[in-house]
C-alpha cells in the first residue's frame, strides 16, 4: 500500500439506492392497482419547451411506466399566463383519476410559479412545493418532502450519515431545494448554515462543514481545497453537461463520503417522487398503506 495515495471518499450511490426503492414502488403500486382496479396516476405539467425540462419530465414518466404508475402529460405553451396555468392545475387537483401533480420547475419569468404550486391540492402535492408541505416538513408534521431534499435524506440514511450535532452548510435557498434541504436537515438535529449569493465569505463557512449541500446551479463552483478533510459532500447541482456544482475529483480526494454527478442525488428525486406519488393515490383510495 502506497502512502502517497490520497484518500479517497467512498460514493454514496444513488442509482443503487432509487432502483431499491423504485422495485419497492413498483410492489406498492401493483398491490393497489390489484386492490382498487385503479392504477396510482402522476400528472405531470409542463409549461413550454425547455429542452432540459422536456427531458426531465420524459424521465419522470418513463420511470413512472417503470413502476406500474400511469402519468399525465399536460404540455402548455410557452406563453401560458398565471390565470390559466392556476386552472389547469386546479382542474388536475379535483380530478379523481389524479393522484399526484408536479409542475415542472421553472415556469418562466411571465408566470407566477408561486401561485402555480400553491393550486395543487396538499394531498397530490407529491413534489412537496406547496407552502403547506414546506410547513408540514419543517414542524414535522405528516406531508410530502420535497423531492430532491428528501431524496437527500434517504441516501444520507442509507449511509449511516450522523447528522445530529453535526455541521450542515447549504449552499442555496431555492424553494425547491435549498430552503427545504437545510429544514430537513435541522429536524434531524444538525446545526444548519444557508449560503446564497448575498453570503459574504462564502469559503469560511464551507470550510467549517461536516456535511455540505450544495445547491447552487453553477458546474464545478466548489473545490476539494475549500473543504473541511473528511467532510460529506451532497451535489444536487445538474448543470449543462451533467456536471455537479462540485468539482468531483478535487472533492472525492477530501470527503469521507460524497455524491457523483450523474448517478447521485438525480435519480433519488425521481425514486422519491414515484414513492410519494403511491402513497397520494394509497391515501386517497382509502386503502390500507
Ligand atoms: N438533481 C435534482 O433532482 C435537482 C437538481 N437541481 C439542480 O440544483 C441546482 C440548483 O437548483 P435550484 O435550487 O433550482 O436553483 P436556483 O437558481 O433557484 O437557486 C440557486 C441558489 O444558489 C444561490 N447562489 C447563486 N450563486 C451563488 C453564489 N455565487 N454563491 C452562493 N450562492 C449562490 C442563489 O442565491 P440567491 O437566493 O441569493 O439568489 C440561490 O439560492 C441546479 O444545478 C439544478 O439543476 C435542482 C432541482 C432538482
Ligand atoms: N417541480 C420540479 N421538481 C423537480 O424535482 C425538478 C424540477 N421541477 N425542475 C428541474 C429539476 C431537475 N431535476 C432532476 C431530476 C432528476 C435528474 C436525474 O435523474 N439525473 C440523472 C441523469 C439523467 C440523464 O441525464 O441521463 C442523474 O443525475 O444520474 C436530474 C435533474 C428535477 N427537478
Sequence with gaps: ?????????????????????????????????????????????LVGEDPASVTYVRMKRNRCAKAGIQSRHVALPADTGTAQLVDTIGGLSADPGVHGILLQHPVGPHVDERAAFEAIAPEKDVDGVTAHSFAAMSLGMPG?????????????????????????????????????????????????????????????HV??????????????????DQLKPGAVVVDAGYNVGNVGDVDFASAAAVASLITPVPGGVGPMTIATLLAQTVDAATRLSGAAG
Design 1 to 45: 500500500m502506497s502512502q502517497t495515495t490520497s484518500p479517497t471518499a467512498r460514493l454514496m450511490d444513488g442509482s443503487a439506492l432509487a432502483r431499491r426503492l423504485g422495485a419497492e414502488t413498483a410492489e406498492r403500486a401493483a398491490a393497489l392497482t390489484a386492490r382498487t382496479g385503479q392504477a396510482p396516476c402522476l400528472a405531470t405539467v
Design 144 to 204: 410530502f418532502a420535497s423531492c430532491t431534499p428528501g431524496g437527500i435524506m434517504r441516501l444520507l440514511d442509507h449511509y449511516d450519515v450522523e447528522l445530529s450535532g453535526k455541521h450542515a452548510v447549504v449552499v442555496g435557498r431555492s424553494a425547491i431545494l435549498g430552503k427545504p434541504a437545510g429544514m430537513l436537515l435541522l429536524a434531524r438535529n444538525a446545526t444548519v448554515t444557508y449560503c446564497h449569493s448575498r453570503t459574504t465569505d462564502l469559503a469560511a
Design 207 to 224: 470550510r467549517e462543514a461536516d456535511v455540505l449541500i450544495a445547491a447552487v446551479g453553477r458546474a464545478r463552483f466548489l473545490h476539494g
